[in-house]
């Protein structure tokens, strides 16, 4: 087994259990913190694809900005494992059991495709590469681009509304 | 790697953040459970970017950059991503300023 294979696996192994740690854990801090980890974990992954500037972005945006607004609420409100509402144990029980049947459909649909003749390149190509992504950002998605300025402006003057005390 | 173990470890992902979102009352929790179904989704964009790249590179008119609109997408998604977390805060800071919760059964309330 290669070593990308090798890591491949580490990181699959380390973004699911984090992922089941953040639904499962009672104390909302530990959640935000494994969900750091499942970035992280996925950023190893676009690195493995060799997206290194999405890779670099999601940490950044994620881990970085987004989290710790996530932190930043939960520390604010002071929620901790007593004030953490729980739902019926049927209810919950439900919730399992409707979402491990999504994955059984998911998975029962496309485990047959011709899909599994295809290779994911890993470790080389220069498309995920900073320059030629903002060679084609600036070129032929400059306009979703400028868009995406507008969209942030607007969301930063609703946060800023909402957030005001009347 | 072959192309559906990526495409089965981002529908495992996706399906925790299902059941995070129906399991959970806490909307904080819930709006992370969200996020963590967007990260899904853009791990397979990245994934299916990288597909036919030796295809495309030795085709007989070669592409520029194969695969190079599904990272730019991911690169939106992530940037709708930041500014939703903005707001959806912001909405649950209000909602716990004025019922001291945010427990999503009394979300409710909001259409009064």
């Known amino acids: ?166 | 790697m072959p192309i559906n173990y990526y495409l089965f470890l981002a529908i495992a992902l996706f399906s925790i953040g299902v059941v995070g979102v129906l399991t959970r009352r806490n909307a904080i929790i819930i709006f992370m459970c969200i996020e963590l179904m967007l990260n899904a989704v853009n791990l397979l964009l990245v994934a299916f970017s990288k597909m036919h790249y030796k295809q495309a590179a030795a085709a007989a008119i070669p592409i520029a950059n194969p695969g190079i609109d599904g990272q730019l997408f991911v690169f939106f998604i992530m940037v709708v991503a930041a500014a939703e977390v903005s707001v959806g805060l912001a909405i649950i800071v209000m909602l716990y300023r004025n019922i001291h919760s945010v427990d999503i059964n009394f979300l409710n309330r909001l259409k009064h």
């Open chain 1, 1 to 166: 087994m290669s070593i990308s294979a090798i890591l491949f696996w580490v990181l699959s192994v380390a973004a699911l259990f984090s992922a089941l740690m953040v639904v499962t854990s009672r104390n909302p801090i530990h959640s935000v913190i494994w969900l750091i980890v499942t970035f992280f974990a996925i950023s190893g992954h676009y690195i493995l694809l060799n997206a290194q500037f999405l890779a670099v972005v999601n940490i950044i945006v994620y881990a970085g900005a987004i989290m710790v607004l996530f932190l930043f609420v939960i520390m604010l409100m002071n929620l901790n494992k007593e004030s953490e509402p729980a739902r019926h144990r049927w209810l919950q029980l439900a919730g399992g059991v409707s979402g491990g049947a999504l994955l059984l459909v998911l998975v029962a649909a496309l485990k047959d495709t011709e899909l599994k003749s295809q290779q994911s390149l890993m470790l080389e190509g220069n498309t995920g590469l900073i320059k030629t992504l903002g060679q084609e950002l600036f070129s032929n998605y400059v306009i979703p681009f400028e868009l995406s300025s507008i969209l942030f402006l607007s969301a930063m003057v609703g946060a800023v509304l909402i957030g005001k005390k009347d």
